[in-house]
Structures are given as C-alpha cells and as structure tokens.
Antibody
Framework: QVQLVQSGAEVKKPGASVKVSCKTS????????ISWVRQAPGQGLEWMGW????????HYPQRLQGRVTVTTNISTGTAYMELRSLRSDDTAVYYC????????????????WGQGTPVTVS | DIQMTQSPSSLSASVGDRVTITCRAS??????LNWYQQKPGKAPKLLIF???SLPSGVPRRFTGSGSGTDFTLTISSLQPEDFATYYC?????????FGPGTKVDVK
C-alpha cells in the first residue's frame, strides 16, 4: 500500500532552518509529484510547494519564494522540504502529500498524505 | 490569488441527516476542485477530485457537484465517522488555495 512517512517533530529558534523528510513506498516515485502543505494551530491548510518525481520541476507560492526549497532523492523515494529564516508564525504541522500532478500546470490532487511533522518555532 | 470561501463555517447534524457544504471560488476554476476530510490530529483525506469524481474506497454517500465558481459537497446520510472538518481546494490558479473549512459536529 502507498505510504508516506515523515520525520519527527522539530523545535527551532527564530531565524533557523528546518528540513523535513517524507519517505515514500508502495508506488512508483517517478510517476507522481509531491506537494507540501502546512497547518498552523487551529487554522486551515496552506500549500507550500510542489516537486515532480518525474523531472524534478518545482513550483512555490510567491509568498514563500526564497524561503522554501523542495527536493527529492529518487533512489530512496524520499522528498525533503527545507524552510529557512523561521519565524514564530511558521509554527505548524507540515504535511507531505502524493500529488497526481507530475508536470507543471497539471491538476493537483493530493491522494495520499504523510502523518504530519509538527514544527515549533520559539 | 484565487480566494475560496465555504459555507457554513460549521454545522451541527445528526446521524442519518443529509448534509450539504458549499464552496465558492473568487473566479472561475472549471472543475479543478477537490474536497478533503480532516479529523482532529490526523492528516486530510481526499474525498472528491475534479469536482465530482470519487476516489476508490470513499463511500458513495459522498457526492460532489459544480463547475466554474460554485461547488457543493453532499453527504447523503451522515454516519458517525463523518464528523470532521471538510476543506475544498482549487488548483486552477497558482498558488493552489484551500477554503477555510466547514466543521461538522454532533447535534
């Protein structure tokens, strides 16, 4: 079965960086993308970025451009999300999700999700 | 950015009730609209994609409809496991955006 297993909780100081991993299994990594979504405490969902497992194309929301980087290791089927210059309002649970969009501009559908990684900035 | 709104923001219902949640986009998004269900402390789960398509494994009591700017999610007969928060999401424009959520709780 499809699984996405994320790394554990993190506590960081303001100004630091965090890197969250997402280890996938049960499907062909290069046939899907990976998107990252975060959820601040008691709040809604915010898309943070996407990477193609097929060709490593990436796409980020403008408001996070320059602070977030999404990468993959195809040999291990693992995706990574790094967020820099952390602020208190980056405190959130960070999710990776398997995305049916494999090329830029395709319809994003998050059909399987990781368990979430809490990141606290304090 | 395309803004997504949902109504109501919360509702109270009983098992067996028919529940309808609406989602509106600030501009036309064709049918690039997904619905997710989230339970407390858990990751969201895909319920409907492409406005009206049901992923395998999702019960048929969930239906989605709409196109353009107005969409609905209907639960035909609410079950105990359906008490949760529901989010719509558009991926027609960048950035992809979610609605603020609709919490369905016990009446």
């Amino acid at each position: 079965q499809v699984q996405l297993v994320q790394s554990g909780a993190e506590v960081k100081k303001p100004g630091a960086s965090v890197k969250v991993s997402c280890k996938t299994s049960g499907y062909t990594f290069t046939s899907y993308g990976i998107s990252w979504v975060r959820q601040a405490p008691g709040q809604g969902l915010e898309w943070m970025g996407w990477i193609s497992g097929y060709n490593d194309d990436t796409h980020y929301p403008q408001r996070l451009q320059g602070r977030v980087t999404v990468t993959t290791n195809i040999s291990t089927g693992t995706a990574y999300m790094e967020l820099r210059s952390l602020r208190s309002d980056d405190t959130a649970v960070y999710y990776c999700a398997r995305d049916r969009a494999i090329r830029l501009g395709e319809f994003a559908i998050y059909d399987n999700w990781g368990q979430g990684t809490p990141v606290t900035v304090s | 950015d395309i803004q997504m709104t949902q109504s109501p923001s919360s509702l109270s219902a009983s098992v067996g009730d028919r529940v309808t949640i609406t989602c509106r986009a600030s501009q036309g998004i064709l049918n690039y609209l997904n619905w997710y269900q989230q339970k407390p402390g858990k990751a969201p789960k895909l319920l409907i994609f492409g406005a009206s398509s049901l992923p395998s494994g999702v019960p048929r009591r969930f239906t989605g409809s709409g196109s353009g700017t107005d969409f609905t999610l209907t639960i035909s007969s609410l079950q105990p496991e359906d008490f949760a928060t529901y989010y719509c999401q558009q991926s027609y424009g960048s950035p992809q955006t979610f609605g603020p959520g609709t919490k369905v709780d016990v009446k």
